[in-house]
């Protein structure tokens, strides 16, 4: 079955490490986000891409990147990871145009101390 | 800035009641509101949307209304199950041909009492 993956699942790292969590998905969409989700603020975008090499900012992109080299992947990098990064983090991917559900993966909770 | 938001943060519901939960939004331009819904330690998962052009969509045992006169959504679940216990999220919408995108609310936790 198709599904969307994110690893790891929990991570601890110092400030100012750089940090790489992953986002895998087999339903070949064209979409993916990556959102954070914070007690009191929902779930908020911080990138996202509609196609292979295609990135683009959202709500609170500072100090987070994404690349997408292929259709499966889209990686999500912490330059220099800071304390208020704690948080969790959500990968989605959607087929886009008229269909609007979106599927979620597990989550991803750092911890930055 | 245009923003989706929730009107109540809890909903306590006896099983077997019905709920409502309601959602403001202020952006006119979105295509289509959507319902999430999240268990603890779960991604958020797709329940039902609905298009702009609609006041009304059904679902099994939920129904989403729209005014957008007052720009207003609402998730209304029959007959609350204690399985129904979640966070629930509403969301705009919106993009073109290339992709589209979603906007998240805050959200509101339902609380089911046996």
């Known amino acids: 079955d198709a599904e969307i993956t994110q690893s790891p699942r929990h991570k601890i790292t110092e400030t100012g490490r750089q940090v790489t969590l992953a986002c895998h998905q087999t339903w070949n969409h064209n979409n993916m986000f990556w959102y954070r989700q914070d007690l009191g603020h929902g779930l908020r975008l911080i990138h996202y891409s509609y196609g292979v090499q295609d990135t683009n900012k959202g709500e609170v992109s500072d100090g987070y990147s994404v690349s997408r080299s292929n259709t499966e992947d889209l990686p999500l990098t912490l330059e220099s990871a800071a304390s208020s990064q704690t948080s969790v983090y959500f990968c989605a991917s959607s087929n886009g145009g008229g269909n609007t559900e979106a599927f979620f993966g597990q989550g991803t909770r750092l911890t930055v101390v | 800035g245009e923003s989706v938001g929730l009107h109540l943060p809890t909903l306590s519901v006896q099983e077997g009641d019905n709920s409502i939960i309601n959602c403001a939004y202020s952006?006119?331009?979105?295509?289509?509101f959507i319902w999430y819904k999240q268990e603890s330690g779960k991604g958020p998962q797709f329940i039902i949307d609905i298009r702009s052009n609609m006041d009304k969509r059904q679902g099994q045992r939920v129904t989403v209304l729209l005014n957008k006169t007052v720009k207003h959504l609402s998730l209304q679940i029959a007959a609350t199950q204690p399985g129904d216990s979640a966070v629930y999220f509403c969301a705009e919408n919106w993009g073109d041909a290339t992709g589209n995108m979603l906007t998240f609310g805050g959200g509101t936790r339902l609380m089911v009492k046996p």
């Open positions: 952006n006119s331009a979105s295509d289509y």
